[in-house]
């Protein structure tokens, strides 16, 4: 039910990964807690989980689509972190994500209204880190799934979360009938061979390649991940140019949920911030209609916020400064609205 945990679309091959990094690569470690609802410690129950994020951060945006597309907002709970990560004059040091609602962002000048303390655990802890120390654990990374009732790290993988959620999507409470939720991962073994090879693909070349070509100190290993991303790019839009709604047909899939968090945040981050600036998604007609599409879907767009998106990525940059563009043709994200905008 859930990925292998060997799934390539999930997670990077770590050989080798301390001498990688040491040349300068970007390598992405390996979630830990990889137990799933429907284990007999964590039954399909709704109310009883909840969800700790990030919004600047694409792999939990996978999850909070997941949550918002299958209905499950008023089940699966959810606690928001601040954008900005903690920082070395910190008293709890450097890199930390935080509960920090009363934070004001750079951006706007005001706290963020999407942010929230932590609400699950009882603790009301300030730091992600707090969550996993109380499991024994030094890691720090979101999303997390939570069980409130055992007080328990599920999973901190997104693609298993995702999957899980589809999975048990009905016994865990969504609102939507089975007719009106979309089947992310359906039965049909064709069309699970299709999305596992596009999953394949995606992560590898868009979900995190854009990481190897933002924080890779290496200019081959960025011209190298650079060149894989477009080239993806231009693969997904001659797809979709046969008229298909979505990437696999005219229903939405994994897939298309798993694309879109890295698109979604491309013209207006990653193009400048991950030096992705060979071109925008808007100069790929078929995808940039595919991207209005999947906004346009209900829960879309509240699944995130672009004010999280630049807050998070540019905050952290050498000087702080948040870029306020793209502003042509349009500001984003009002942009989505608008597939015409491509031709």
């Given amino acids: 039910m859930t990925p292998s945990p060997k799934d390539n679309s999930v997670e990077e091959d770590q050989s ?19 137990n799933a609802i429907g284990d007999v410690d964590f039954p399909a129950q709704a109310k009883r989980y909840h969800l700790f994020v990030a919004f600047n951060c694409p792999w939990c945006h996978r999850v909070t689509l997941a949550r918002n597309l299958l209905g499950l ?6 606690d928001v972190a601040f954008p900005n990560r903690t920082g070395e004059d910190h008293p709890d040091g450097p890199n930390h994500w935080q509960f920090a609602p009363q934070l ?38 979101v999303p997390i799934l939570y069980d409130k ?60 390649g854009a990481y190897k070509a933002g924080f890779s ?39 298309d949920l798993r694309l879109f968090p890295t698109l979604y945040r491309h013209d207006p981050v990653y193009y400048l911030r ?3 600036n060979a071109a925008k998604i808007l100069d790929y007609p078929h995808l940039w209609r595919w991207l209005c599409r ?30 306020l563009g793209p502003l042509q043709p349009m500001p984003y994200p009002q942009a989505y609205d608008h597939p015409e905008l491509a031709r």
């Fill in 217 to 255: 100190s290496d200019q081959m290993i960025y011209e190298s991940a650079f060149k894989a991303y477009f080239d993806m790019l231009y693969k997904l839009d001659h797809l979709l140019a046969d008229g298909r709604h979505f990437l696999t047909g005219n229903t939405l899939t994994e897939a």
């Fill in 294 to 323: 999947m906004y346009s879907l209900s829960g879309v767009a509240s699944s995130n916020s672009l004010v999280h998106c630049r807050q998070g990525y540019f905050g952290r940059s050498w000087n702080g400064v948040v870029p």
């Fill in 73 to 78: 907002e008023d089940s699966i709970t959810m």
């Fill in 274 to 276: 991950m030096k992705l």
């Fill in 16 to 34: 080798g990964a301390v001498q990688r990094r040491e040349k300068g690569e970007f390598v992405r470690g390996i979630s830990q807690f990889r």
């Fill in 104 to 141: 004001s962002a750079s951006l706007t000048a005001a706290p963020l209204p999407e942010c929230t303390y932590e609400t699950a655990t009882g603790q009301n802890f300030r730091l992600v880190a707090d969550i996993y120390a109380a499991q024994d654990s030094q890691e720090r990374s």
């Fill in 149 to 208: 009732k055992t007080q328990r790290i599920v999973s901190n993988e997104s693609a298993d979360i995702v999957r899980m959620l589809g999975h048990w999507a009905q016994e865990l409470g969504s609102t939507l009938a089975d007719t009106d939720r979309p089947n992310l991962y359906p039965q049909s073994k064709p069309l699970r061979t299709e999305i596992d090879a596009l999953n394949h693909d995606i992560y590898g070349a868009i979900n995190n």
